[in-house]
T-cell receptor, first 116, second 113 residues
């Protein structure tokens, strides 16, 4: 079941390049999230969006930007990639129906990004 | 600031051993608590969650967790682990007013056959 898809799955790039990671979902959820996962640091929230017109910074948004092109699409951009942005990036969605707080998040398969 | 602590970073067990993974959070208000699991090469998926009612929550694959409000804890347990439980386990908290999730750093569990 590929309800949340991410492209590309792997990417190697060089310092200074602009990179876009894309996330699409077929779950019909309004809420979408971008996280990065680093060994020993768990998942950290980069940006989140509760609907197409609502985008919010997470705890580590510096160096990143996002675009919510439609309910189903949420893209993450690295304007000028640097080596410490090497990480595993996850997109997630939630419905917002369970009062928001108790939502289950549904994760994509992740994008492994390496910045040389 | 809200935080989630998982004290065990790596755990190695033999099959049939009992498992308890610790999770503590820091927040004085209403919380909802989650355990997610990431099997090797797979997505994160929900194991169980607590949002109200019985503080002992049962999830998939025989896992359970107990919310102890006075200890700010939500420990994950399984009476008898299997090799297929080898994975990374993440505790997460969402808090009233923020609608965001704070994840712990994860615990890597390896179960020896």
């Amino acid at each position: 079941d590929a309800d949340v898809t991410q492209t590309p799955r792997n990417r190697i790039t060089k310092t200074g390049k602009r990179i876009m990671l894309e996330c699409s979902q077929t779950k019909g959820h309004d809420r979408m999230y971008w996280y990065r996962q680093d060994p020993g640091l768990g998942l950290r929230l980069i940006y989140y969006s509760f609907d197409v017109k609502d985008i919010n910074k997470g705890e580590i948004s510096d160096g990143y930007s996002v675009s919510r092109q439609a309910q189903a699409k949420f893209s993450l951009s690295l304007e000028s990639a640097i080596p410490n942005q090497t990480a595993l990036y996850f997109c997630a969605t939630s419905s917002g129906l369970a009062g928001g707080l108790a939502d289950t998040q549904y994760f994509g398969p992740g994008t492994r990004l390496t910045v040389l | 600031a809200q935080s989630v602590s998982q004290h065990n970073h790596h755990v190695i067990l033999s099959e049939a051993a009992s498992l308890e993974l610790g999770c503590n959070y820091s927040y004085g208000g209403t919380v909802n608590l989650f355990w997610y699991v990431q099997y090797p090469g797979q997505h994160l998926q929900l194991l169980l969650k607590y949002f109200s009612g019985d503080p002992l929550v049962k999830g998939i694959k025989g896992f359970e967790a107990e919310f102890i409000k006075s200890k700010f804890s939500f420990n994950l347990r399984k009476p008898s682990v299997q090799w297929s439980d080898t994975a990374e386990y993440f505790c997460a908290v969402s808090t009233s007013g923020t609608y965001k999730y704070i994840f712990g750093t994860g615990t890597r569990l390896k179960v020896l056959a």
